[in-house]
């Protein structure tokens, strides 16, 4: 038996179990990411009741329809884990029906390519909000090779990502590691204001660099690519970032609780906006990275969304910067809980690579399981 063709409606059907008696809370609610992720939700829960919110069960999926404004990429997401989740009425869950034809692990790898993204933005539709509506999903055509070869590119796929969860529970150690250390030095040392160890540094672009220097700063704390539209713009009153500086935004409205902060640990010199803030450390008796330690934590985004001050907009400025409080023991004991640090951050990076290599190779592994059937049915 080789390919076997269907319309994906033959093989897929809808789920819509309410949680009308309330057995799961707002803590069990989630988002899904156009990662092809459950996440959490961004929505704010307080005093919504989830009573009309649909199930999303073991093995089921569920995806929004709304294929609007989303990078040309639609949510949608797999439960395999055990226990039952909560999404929104609006989303669509499902799960399918022809398990003797259609294995779940097979059906996310489909999904998980973004010839499938581009399937679904192409087939939406609507004038103010285009969508990928259920009957869209049942329409589209799909080639299936026999469950045997199904499962043969599945576990494939589920070897890669176990090495990567192993490989990412190794580097939440790390994390752990490192954070210890920081507490039990907050434990054994007095916490002294940053604000005789750090300098505001407001030196404009006197270098004559272009455009192509400026940089955006992410809550995130990594300096990204300008979002900005730079095209005619003069970057003659835009501010310095030499390599070991930190920038930030002082506005920490609508930022989700967070401060954009970056740390230039490039050989470059940057650009930021002049209503960006520039400083620098003594790094004599402070290193910039160490101290940028302290700011990547959740705390510190806490402290900061604190203790800004304004009416239309809220701000956390230099001087309220340098009242920050932070234990500074001598240099050698800095250097060494930076390079666990650093070494937890290039872990992280190569983390994210095998991420993406996972997903890169979901259309490789469909494309190979067709081959496959199709070959099997020659022979």
């Known amino acids: 038996m080789g390919l076997s063709r269907y319309k994906l409606g033959e093989l897929i059907e809808q789920c819509d179990e309410r949680n009308s008696h309330g057995l799961l809370s707002v803590d069990d609610v989630r988002g899904i990411s156009t990662n092809k992720k459950f996440i959490e939700t961004k929505a704010n829960m307080n005093g919504v009741s989830v009573n009309s919110y649909k199930i999303v069960g073991t093995n089921q999926f569920a995806y929004v329809a709304d294929t609007s404004r989303r990078g040309d990429k639609i949510a949608i997401a797999y439960k395999k884990s055990e226990g039952a989740i909560l999404v929104s009425s609006i989303y669509t869950v ?8 259609l294995l779940s692990d097979f059906l996310f ?19 103010a909000r285009e969508t990928f509506s259920w009957d869209d999903m049942c329409d589209m055509d799909i080639d299936l090779p026999p469950l045997a070869i199904q499962q043969k590119y599945v576990n494939v796929y589920n070897a890669m990502v176990a090495n990567q969860k192993a490989y990412e529970r190794g580097l939440e150690d790390l994390k752990l590691t490192c954070d ?8 054994k040392m007095p916490c002294e204001k940053i604000g ?8 404009k672009n006197e270098l004559g660099l272009i455009a192509t220097s400026v940089r955006g700063i992410a809550t995130s704390k990594e300096f990204i690519a300008t979002k900005a539209n730079m095209n005619g713009v003069s970057v003659d009153s835009y501010k310095k970032v030499e390599p070991n500086m930190i920038a930030f935004i002082s506005d920490t409205s609508r930022r989700a609780d967070k401060l954009s902060l970056a740390i230039n640990e490039s050989q470059e010199t940057y650009l930021v906006s002049p209503i960006a803030t520039v400083m620098q450390t003594d790094e004599k008796k402070l290193l910039p990275n160490y101290l940028n330690l302290f700011f990547c934590r959740k705390e510190f985004d806490r402290y900061a969304r604190f203790h800004s001050w304004g009416s239309a907009r809220e701000n956390f400025s230099f001087e309220d910067m340098q009242n920050v409080r932070i234990p500074v023991p001598p240099l050698p004991i800095q250097r060494s809980i930076v390079d666990i640090y650093t070494v937890y951050k290039q872990r992280r990076y190569i983390n994210e690579k095998l991420k993406a290599q996972i997903k890169s190779i979901c259309p490789i592994l469909i494309k190979g399981s067709i081959e496959e059937g199709r070959n099997t049915k020659e022979a």
Not at 94 to 101: A, E, G, P
Not at 180 to 187: F, G, K, N, T, V
């Open 94 to 101: 499902f799960t399918i029906k022809k398990n003797n034809l």
């Open 109 to 127: 790898i489909y999904f998980n390519r973004p010839e499938f993204d581009r399937y679904s933005r192409f087939n939406s539709w609507g004038s």
């Open 180 to 187: 210890a250390y920081i507490e039990d030095l907050r434990r």
């Open 196 to 203: 005789k160890y750090i300098q505001e540094y407001s030196q």
